[in-house]
Every structure is written in structure tokens, then in C-alpha cells.
């Protein structure tokens, strides 16, 4: 079965550093994709970024870049140079070849410092 | 452009009520799904929509819950018989299915509180 675990319920970073969001996941599909999505206090889920699992290279979506280590089956979020609007839950996703069921994570909840 | 609407925002029922949650997709967006969210907590899959192939039930929780989507468009999720485990957030989804990378656009959900 399909397992996303974020084992950071909460997270502290200070204004303009940067800060890892961890992500480990299980599947027995070769072929699948991880996501990261924002859900800050208004609700809305914002997406950031994608890696597939064929992807040689670490996806970046400005700030937001993707560090994926596949024989760990890790797909940590990072974000650099924090900002005071990246407060928010985040959400590590994955969904696999065998249908389009998306599996995602408890969430980790981010509070930057001013 | 319009991204995904869903209606009602809120809604407060009676246990033991019947409930119709409706989502507009994005136009053009071929694969529709609908998640719950209980407070504090992640996304539970629950059902998902793909053009005109059978959709994917599998995270229904009971048969008290039921979904359709009319015309590859519009869908309504319905809870009959609600019960008060079933308050949560309500979120619909819309995405190009064109497989591989499969962005989805969320909805701003249907807050749901059964009394």
C-alpha cells in the first residue's frame, strides 16, 4: 500500500533562513509522482512542486526546490530564504501508475519568525 | 480564468440529514476528484472522476456517500443519513489528465458541521 509520512508536525524557522520539510514515502510502483502542496489559514491548497520518479534532476520552482533521494524514498521540500507569507501547512502528496488516487500527508505546519 | 467553485461554502445540518456538496471544475479539466479534510488534519481521498471511465470509489468510507458527475462537468457529492463524524472540509479538485505530471487545482471547500 501507498504511505506518505511527514514526521514534522510543527516547524520553526527564522525570517530569510532556510528551512527542510521531510518527506518519506512508500510504494511499489517504478513510476510515480510526489507533490508538494501549501494550505495556509484561509484554506485554499496552493501547489508548489513536482518530481517524478523517473526525474534525474531535484525539481526547483523558484524558492521552492525539491530534494529527492529515491533509494530512500525521501522528497524533502525545501524553501529558501523564508518569508513571513510561508507560514502555512504543508502537504508532501504522491500519486502512483496504478490509478490516479492521490495519497497525502498529516502535514507539517510551518511558522516563520520574524 | 474561473478556477475551481464549490457550493455552499458552509453548511450546518441535522444528524441524520441528507447533504448535497456541488463542484465546478476548471473548464476543460478532464479528471475531477473530492478529498476530506478533518480539522488538523491531511487529505483523505475519496473518490475520483476521469472523463467517461468509471470513477474510482475507493475512499468512500461508508455507503452513506455517493458522487456523481454529470455531463464530464459538474459533480455533487452526497452524504445521506449524516452523522456527526462526517463534519470535515470538503475539498474538490480538477487537474488535466493527461497522465504523468498531474497538477490538481483545488477548490475552496465546503466546510460541512453536522450537529
Known amino acids: 500500500a501507498q504511505k506518505i509520512t511527514q514526521t514534522q508536525p510543527g516547524m520553526f524557522v527564522q525570517e530569510k533562513e532556510a528551512v527542510t520539510l521531510d518527506c518519506t514515502y512508500d510504494?511499489?510502483?517504478?513510476?510515480?509522482?510526489l507533490f508538494w502542496y501549501k494550505q495556509p489559514s484561509s484554506g485554499e491548497m496552493i501547489f508548489l512542486i513536482y518530481?517524478?520518479?523517473?526525474?534525474?534532476q531535484n525539481a526547483t520552482e523558484g524558492r521552492y526546490s525539491l530534494n529527492f533521494q529515491k533509494a530512500r524514498k525521501s522528497a524533502n521540500l525545501v524553501i529558501s530564504a523564508s518569508q513571513l507569507g510561508d507560514s502555512a501547512m504543508y502537504f508532501c502528496?504522491?500519486?502512483?501508475?496504478?490509478?490516479?488516487?492521490?495519497?497525502f500527508g498529516a502535514g507539517t505546519r510551518l511558522f516563520v519568525k520574524a | 480564468g474561473a478556477g475551481v467553485s464549490q457550493s455552499p461554502s458552509n453548511k450546518v445540518t441535522e444528524k441524520g440529514k441528507d447533504v448535497e456538496l456541488r463542484c465546478d471544475p476548471i473548464?476543460?479539466?478532464?479528471?475531477l476528484y473530492w478529498y476530506r479534510q478533518s480539522l488538523g488534519q491531511g487529505l483523505e481521498f475519496l473518490i475520483y472522476?476521469?472523463?467517461?471511465?468509471?470513477?474510482?470509489k475507493s475512499g468512500l468510507p461508508s455507503d452513506r456517500f455517493s458522487a456523481e458527475r454529470t455531463g464530464g462537468s459538474v459533480s455533487t457529492l452526497t452524504i445521506q443519513r449524516t452523522q456527526q463524524e462526517d463534519s470535515a472540509v470538503y475539498l474538490c479538485?480538477?487537474?488535466?489528465?493527461?497522465?504523468?505530471?498531474?497538477?490538481?487545482?483545488f477548490g475552496p471547500g465546503t466546510r460541512l458541521t453536522v450537529l
Open positions: 479538485a480538477s487537474s488535466l489528465d493527461w497522465g504523468g505530471y498531474n497538477e490538481q487545482f
Open positions: 510504494t511499489s510502483d517504478q513510476s510515480y509522482g
Open positions: 518530481q517524478g520518479s523517473y526525474d534525474e
Open positions: 502528496a504522491m500519486r502512483g501508475t496504478g490509478g490516479f488516487k492521490t495519497i
Open positions: 473548464s476543460g479539466h478532464t479528471a
Open positions: 472522476f476521469q472523463g467517461n471511465s468509471a470513477p474510482d
